[in-house]
């Protein structure tokens, strides 16, 4: 499995998203995945391996100077040889901290470069997955799995690989120079490796499980934590601070609740592990103190073993602590792969077809059927058809739920129609680069995004090559220039996370100003004047009026006022169109349109939405 492969893991809901796929769950195999992203740094990872194996090295040559020294060391004949085998074992010391000293260095930073490239990695696959993939899920739970899970992940490359590889190479190395030392001893020794390996991988399918349980449970308090604090405003308006804060923590009492079972089992692992591995220790120097009394081996040789036979059992008690990291970060590679996995709806054919050189903003639906995938049973658009000729302004108005903003979905093609086409320039929107198209389509929609960044970042987000006198004179146009001019650093003022810094009109202003440096050949405008007063109203319908001329522009009408200047105006009820032409002559039908225009134009100009 490979976190750069695509295929199929996680499913479109949430509840899908939580469940680990069935044949993953008693393994490790989900970490392989991370392997492509090591290869990337084959010197580094090349370098760490040889300072753990010189590390290894030095530290299995140990137990021969420490036998030598007993064996040869106390004795009159070689007195004077002590002073070399302290030497060495001095030196010996200096070249395992050395070499550990590197292998820490090496293998951290190699696990900080891993995380980081995959953190990029899933943001960037997030951000290339369709719109229906978000209408499912929580924003948290996928935030949690870009840090969390990553975080994990980097634990496991940075230290419990390594740990475990070190442990490894110790345990082996030990056992082999076992059985070079005590023939006989290491029957032993070979005898309850079963019984020490066998609950180290039953437990270990305990811990990948709990951890999984763990992660998910996490998720989900953290992507209710998100979705609260980005709606503090609301939250304390309507006093739900308790209400809030008790919701969140049964969540986190479930996360805790969960990770006590994680834990739970990993110490169990633990303690069993030691109990075994230390008791057969002491049985095999119970052993081997029989030997030495009877002289079948010298007290130095048995020393020799004893400490290699700690060292294989101390590696051995130090993989049953990794193993439980080692599960846990499979369990987070596993998440990360299915989301990693999915594939967005919504994507480029192979072969797309080119949008026309010279864009003409020509836009056609015909006989479209569309419902959101989260609402099947319900048809947002049924058999809609209509043309937009290049530069012509059309408006399009009716009741709560009409579909308006559902032909602006499909235009962007966030969303493909269950039957039908929608043309741009000619050219089907299946059959077309959705980035293509995006690229030469301008959006303000109704409740503008406005990012935590400067005044002129969130203009330039609308092109991000423009120079600053670009930037200016959108600002200018979009008539922000004068509130921007009153801020304390302009426009490098930051405005805050989602502009909370801002106006309302504010903010829509900047949104407006970021559709005006786009300049794209179709404008979708979502009541770009919503937010605004009276009088900046007025300024920015000035602005707008400039910058449609030559332009093709849909505009959704909250307020009727506000499309008496388009050429054409399309009335939308439960999904069709009911209704086409101008304000005269829709009025003159006496039908939904003028009932809508009589509710709002007959209030003594009071503006009542319709939407």
Not at 477 to 494: D, H, K, N, V, Y
Request: charged residues 20%.
């Amino acid at each position: 499995m490979n976190l750069d492969s695509g295929g199929r893991g996680l499913g479109s809901s949430a509840s899908q998203a939580g469940q680990p796929p069935a044949d993953n769950r008693r393994n490790i195999k989900p970490l392989l995945a991370v392997i492509p992203y090591v290869m990337r740094y084959k010197g580094r990872a090349l370098a760490a391996l040889v300072a753990l194996v010189v590390a290894s090295v030095a530290t299995l040559v140990l137990p021969v100077a420490v036998r030598r020294m007993i064996d040869f060391g106390f004795t009159e004949e070689y007195a004077g040889l002590i002073h070399q085998y302290f030497s060495v074992l001095i030196l010996l010391a200096a070249v395992l901290a050395g070499a550990s000293a590197m292998r820490y260095y090496l293998v951290t930073t190699l696990g900080e470069r891993i995380v980081a490239d995959l953190r990029t990695r899933v943001f960037s696959h997030l951000t290339s997955l369709s719109a229906s993939f978000f209408d499912s899920e929580k924003s948290g739970e996928l935030v949690s799995r870009l840090a969390a899970d990553t975080t994990q992940l980097k634990s496991a490359v940075g230290a419990s690989v390594s740990i475990t590889l070190r442990n490894l190479m110790l345990f082996f190395g030990s056992t082999a120079m076992m059985v070079v030392t005590s023939p006989r001893l290491s029957l032993f020794v070979l005898a309850v490796i079963p019984v020490i390996v066998l609950p180290l991988v039953a437990f270990g399918r305990v811990v990948r499980r709990r951890s999984r349980e763990a992660q998910d449970t996490l998720a989900e308090a953290s992507g209710y934590a998100a979705e609260l604090i980005g709606a503090i405003r609301t939250l304390q308006a309507f006093t739900n601070e308790v209400m809030a804060t008790t919701r969140f923590g049964e969540a986190v009492e479930r996360a805790c609740r969960a990770a006590f079972a994680s834990t739970k089992a990993r110490a169990g692992l633990t303690g069993v592990a030691i109990f075994i591995v230390f008791s057969c220790v002491v049985v095999i120097l119970w052993v081997g103190a029989q030997d030495v009394y009877e002289q079948r081996i010298t007290a130095g040789r048995l020393s020799q073993f004893v400490i290699y036979a700690v060292f294989a059992a101390g590696a051995l008690g130090e993989l049953s602590q990794v193993w439980g990291e080692i599960s846990q970060a499979a369990g987070a590679a596993e998440r990360l792969t299915e989301l990693l996995a999915l594939e967005p709806q919504i994507a480029a054919p192979k072969n797309p077809l080119p949008l026309p050189p010279t864009p003409r903003g020509e836009v056609a639906f015909e006989r479209v059927r569309f419902s959101y995938p989260t609402r099947l049973d319900a048809t947002a658009l049924d058999d809609v058809s209509f043309r937009v000729r290049p530069g012509e302004k059309v408006a399009i108005v009716g009741p709560s739920g009409a579909g308006k903003s559902t032909v602006f979905h499909l235009l962007l093609r966030f969303y493909d129609p269950a039957s039908g086409a929608v043309t741009f320039d000619g050219v089907r929107l299946a059959e077309a680069d959705p980035q293509a198209v995006r690229s030469r389509i301008a959006l303000v929609p109704q409740d503008a995004a406005v990012f935590a960044a400067s005044i002129a970042d969130n203009i330039r987000f609308g092109r991000p090559g423009a120079s600053d006198a670009d930037i200016a004179r959108a600002a200018e146009l979009a008539a922000a220039s004068e509130f921007i001019a009153r801020l304390p650093r302009g426009m490098e003022t930051p405005v805050g996370e989602r502009g909370v810094l801002l106006s309302g009109g504010e903010r829509q202003r900047l949104a407006i100003a970021r559709a005006i440096l786009r300049e794209a050949p179709l404008l979708l405008l979502d009541e770009a004047t919503s937010a605004l007063d009276a009088e900046n109203e007025t300024l920015v319908k000035t602005a707008l009026s400039r910058l449609m001329q030559g332009r093709t522009t849909l505009v959704i009408a909250h307020r009727l006022a506000t499309v008496l200047s388009c050429d054409r105006i399309l009335v939308m009820d439960q999904g069709r169109i009911v209704e086409e032409g101008t304000h005269d002559t829709l009025v003159a039908k006496g039908g939904l349109y003028a009932r809508l225009a009589r509710l709002q134009f007959e209030t003594g100009g009071e503006a009542v939405p319709v939407v």
